[in-house]
């Protein structure tokens, strides 16, 4: 396995033709003729939806399955018993915890024999901040960001079907992780219930396993862990591989590359009997489905009589880490890489449980340091996984922050939280130069400042004398690279450092691989490149491009640059920073990584899809607080709740924004153009719908009316702005009822 690492440019300058690193700058426009041409835009956008309403305040419950009962936002949900779980049927209700797509494609491929990391996240009974579909405004939450070092994310409740919320889902598909609901029965009441659908005949068994491959693929995730953690009758134990058979094959049928993981908890006599490893005795549950996650108490000695029993499947056993440490374990907390060490020896994949220790048990002004030490102690224990698909964009956002940006322009201000949200994060962690030069580099999250989201990537490093230039890895691609590729880089020095800042990338031999006509590699198998800058952008990249090479607001800067490569495959993702000319001294450096993007040409040659179709669904008025002292009087104001809904294929964006223009109210029922004022940001979609939850609107009086206008703003994958004129717009016009 390869860790991350600062790397000397030297060696691999030698292997490759150095291209000039310049920014484009588009061709100059006034401000006037922008001016002009954004009005001309507006007035030639299409007429909005308009749905007429009459403002009334007889309540109307949201199911509370799926509603948060006070506000009416969209929640993820579970089921908590049998008669729950077999009478799920697919609701348009359940659209809000539908996954944005399925895993991202990586390499190596899940279905390797090489040993994976699964993360079973288990938090405090779950379902907390992270319920809550369209975010929150949670202060501190937990966040996980470490994922190209693990393969499977695994949601862990004790609710008999524990339904991943869709966030982590999102977040885990984004990074080709797969992710895993929990079927978990316990207790005398779990053993009742698995007499219930064990104990009978095959009938029982299959519409049970029949409704979990359903649930998982109507909701887009991946797989099962399934837990037993109560005595088996002889009848239900029996029936209980038959079970997981049938579960395993009907998943792989309608969800590619599902899993079915079984935990060690009960034997093949029904017993309720942690084994600490593959045994004799719980083998025919391990044949019977896709993986074996034992229990925590092991010793090396557990390890080696395994490797008899699982074969040439001893990647399909996950060995668990209690990363609490409860019980007689080998190391957890920050001496997990005591277990790992030996996990990795004998050639298992490992299984961390509750890495979330580190927010539950230490201090929270402490998260970000304690987290990036305890995965930092694992690294050289965990193989990353390469993306290999275009395109590649990432701004660092965490899916939290202390305030909402976009392309640097504050668009909120307060805490929140959204998982949907995290962009694709890069590998962490401090790393020096060989040598007694001193040289170093760190990469950390920071929600210090953001060009788009709520964080950054913070990069500081010191360059030593005797070193040109230090470059570190963020990302491990292994994308067949099109012909023609566009790169753009967003970032910001901090203090008064002058090093030079530039995107790297290094290529792998795919057959014969040449940077396109200007000279072809030798015969080493990686080399490094400075791509060339970008010479004429196609129609949608110019929308962006007149922003390279120019200080933006906030101080950050934007290079764009355009690579031609033929017949190679793209590897990892690198920045480097250079010494100023004529320095010979150490150099310092803050830099902050605001979005990195790598973009196949021929993808921006399609026209984007236009939002359709929008309706209106679950309106519900209440009345703000009253403006007379005695309660008494006419409402100061409104407050409005209702779900959008859309139509817009979902393989072409990244998510929605969602913005209002609140209007005047108060005036003559009409139906005005979209006023001059600025639209202000609700929060964000990843489904073709939104629920806009009490949203300040100004009170109709007596025979006249108010309007509000909705505006939904697809993002494209390739992350360019679509013009507002593009946009998808709906307008309530509301009025008080006659009296």
């Keep these: 396995m390869e860790a991350p690492g600062v790397t000397e440019p030297g060696v691999a300058t030698q292997a490759a033709a150095l291209l000039q690193e310049l920014p484009l700058r588009a061709p100059a426009i006034t401000e006037e003729q922008r001016e002009r041409r954004a009005r001309r835009r507006i007035e030639e956008q299409q007429e909005a939806a308009v749905f007429r309403e009459v403002v009334s305040f007889t309540p109307d419950p949201m199911p509370v399955r799926y509603y948060d009962k006070d506000t009416t936002s969209p929640i993820s949900f579970y089921l908590s018993s049998l008669e729950e779980l077999l009478a799920w049927t697919p609701d348009v209700e359940d659209s809000f915890n539908v996954a944005l797509a399925p895993p991202e494609c990586r390499q190596p491929p899940l279905s390797s024999r090489r040993p994976r990391t699964l993360l079973c996240h288990d938090m405090m009974g779950g379902y907390l901040d992270d319920k809550f579909i369209q975010g929150?405004?949670?202060?501190?939450?937990?966040?996980?960001?470490?994922?190209?070092?693990?393969?499977?994310?695994?949601?862990?409740?004790?609710?008999?079907?524990?339904?991943?919320?869709?966030?982590?889902?999102?977040?885990?598909?984004?990074?080709?992780?797969?992710?895993?609901?929990?079927?978990?029965?316990?207790?005398?009441?779990?053993?009742?219930?698995?007499?219930?659908?064990?104990?009978?005949?095959?009938?029982?068994?299959?519409?049970?396993?029949?409704?979990?491959?359903?649930?998982?693929?109507?909701?887009?995730?991946?797989?099962?862990?399934?837990?037993?953690?109560?005595?088996?009758?002889?009848?239900?134990?029996?029936?209980?591989?038959?079970?997981?058979?049938?579960?395993?094959?009907?998943?792989?049928?309608?969800?590619?590359?599902?899993?079915?993981?079984?935990?060690?908890?009960?034997?093949?006599?029904?017993?309720?009997?942690?084994?600490?490893?593959?045994?004799?005795?719980?083998?025919?549950?391990?044949?019977?489905?896709?993986?074996?996650?034992?229990?925590?108490?092991?010793?090396?000695?557990?390890?080696?009589?395994?490797?008899?029993?699982?074969?040439?499947?001893?990647?399909?056993?996950?060995?668990?880490?209690?990363?609490?440490?409860?019980?007689?374990?080998?190391?957890?907390?920050?001496?997990?890489?005591?277990?790992?060490?030996?996990?990795?020896?004998?050639?298992?994949?490992?299984?961390?449980?509750a890495p979330g220790w580190v927010y539950e048990c230490l201090e929270k002004k402490d998260f970000f340091q304690n987290q990036d030490k305890?995965?930092?102690?694992?690294?050289?224990?965990?193989?990353?996984?390469?993306?290999?698909?275009?395109?590649?964009?990432?701004?660092?956002?965490?899916?939290?922050?202390?305030?909402?940006?976009?392309?640097?322009?504050?668009?909120?201000?307060?805490?929140?939280?959204?998982?949907?949200?995290?962009?694709?994060?890069?590998?962490?962690?401090?790393?020096?130069?060989?040598?007694d030069g001193g040289g170093w580099v760190k990469t950390l999250s920071c929600l210090a400042d953001a060009w788009n989201g709520g964080s950054s990537l913070l990069i500081e490093g010191v360059i030593p004398p005797e070193v040109g230039e230090v470059a570190v890895r963020l990302f491990s691609l292994q994308v067949p690279v099109p012909p023609r590729v566009?790169?753009?880089?967003?970032?910001?020095?901090?203090?008064?450092?002058?090093?030079?800042?530039?995107?790297?990338?290094?290529?792998?031999?795919?057959?014969?691989?040449?940077?396109?006509?200007?000279?072809?590699?030798?015969?080493?198998?990686?080399?490094?490149?400075?791509?060339?800058?970008?010479?004429?952008?196609?129609?949608?990249?110019?929308?962006?491009?007149?922003?390279?090479?120019?200080?933006?607001?906030?101080?950050?800067?934007?290079?764009?640059?355009?690579?031609?490569?033929?017949?190679?495959?793209?590897?990892?993702?690198?920045?480097?920073?250079?010494r100023p000319p004529g320095s010979q001294k150490e150099e310092n450096f803050v830099c902050r990584l605001g979005e990195i993007q790598v973009v196949d040409a021929k993808s921006l040659l399609a026209p984007l899809p236009q939002v359709q179709s929008i309706s209106l669904s679950h309106v519900?008025?209440?009345?703000?607080?009253?403006?007379?002292?005695?309660?008494?009087?006419?409402?100061?104001?409104?407050?409005?709740?209702?779900?959008?809904?859309?139509?817009f294929p979902l393989s072409h964006v990244r998510c929605f924004r969602l913005h209002c223009c609140p209007g005047t109210g108060g005036g003559p029922l009409g139906r005005g153009p979209l006023g001059p004022e600025k639209p202000k940001l609700l929060g964000l979609a990843f489904v073709n719908q939104y629920r806009i939850v009490d949203l300040a609107v100004a009170t109709a009086g007596p025979g006249q009316g108010g309007r509000v206008e909705f505006l939904v703003e697809p993002v494209p994958r390739e992350g360019f702005l679509v013009p507002q004129a593009e946009w998808g717009r709906a307008a309530v016009q509301y009025s008080m009822p006659s009296t």
């Excluded at 949601?155 to 080709?176: E, L």
């Excluded at 395109?391 to 949907?420: D, I, K, L, N």
């Design 136 to 353: 929150s405004a949670a202060q501190n939450p937990y966040s996980f960001y470490h994922w190209q070092y693990i393969d499977i994310f695994v949601y862990f409740s004790h609710h008999t079907v524990t339904i991943p919320p869709v966030g982590w889902t999102n977040a885990a598909h984004r990074h080709g992780v797969c992710m895993l609901g929990t079927f978990i029965t316990e207790w005398q009441e779990g053993g009742q219930l698995c007499e219930a659908f064990l104990a009978g005949d095959e009938h029982s068994y299959r519409a049970v396993a029949d409704q979990l491959v359903l649930i998982a693929q109507f909701f887009r995730f991946d797989g099962w862990l399934i837990n037993i953690e109560n005595s088996l009758s002889l009848a239900a134990v029996g029936n209980m591989p038959h079970f997981l058979q049938y579960l395993t094959t009907q998943l792989h049928q309608q969800v590619p590359g599902g899993l079915v993981l079984w935990y060690d908890s009960v034997v093949s006599s029904g017993q309720l009997k942690w084994q600490d490893e593959l045994n004799e005795h719980n083998r025919v549950f391990f044949d019977s489905c896709d993986g074996f996650f034992t229990n925590y108490n092991w010793q090396e000695g557990h390890l080696e009589r395994m490797q008899g029993q699982a074969g040439e499947r001893q990647a399909d056993v996950y060995v668990g880490v209690d990363v609490f440490a409860r019980g007689n374990v080998v190391g957890g907390r920050f001496d997990t890489n005591k277990s790992l060490e030996l996990i990795r020896k004998h050639g298992f994949s490992a299984a961390l449980f």
């Design 374 to 435: 305890f995965w930092s102690l694992l690294a050289r224990y965990l193989p990353t996984h390469s993306i290999c698909s275009l395109p590649f964009v990432t701004s660092f956002c965490m899916g939290m922050g202390a305030r909402r940006v976009c392309y640097g322009q504050e668009v909120a201000v307060g805490p929140w939280y959204h998982p949907s949200a995290q962009e694709i994060q890069p590998l962490f962690g401090e790393h020096r130069l060989e040598g």
């Design 486 to 578: 566009f790169l753009s880089l967003v970032y910001k020095l901090e203090g008064p450092s002058n090093v030079r800042v530039a995107l790297e990338l290094t290529t792998g031999d795919a057959g014969s691989c040449h940077i396109g006509g200007i000279c072809p590699l030798n015969a080493e198998t990686s080399c490094r490149h400075s791509p060339q800058p970008l010479q004429v952008p196609p129609t949608k990249l110019a929308r962006w491009v007149g922003r390279c090479g120019q200080q933006l607001s906030g101080g950050w800067v934007q290079r764009c640059y355009e690579v031609n490569l033929q017949g190679c495959l793209l590897g990892d993702l690198l920045v480097s920073f250079q």
């Design 620 to 647: 519900r008025w209440q009345p703000a607080a009253s403006s007379a002292s005695s309660g008494e009087g006419p409402p100061a104001g409104l407050r409005l709740s209702c779900t959008l809904h859309w139509s």
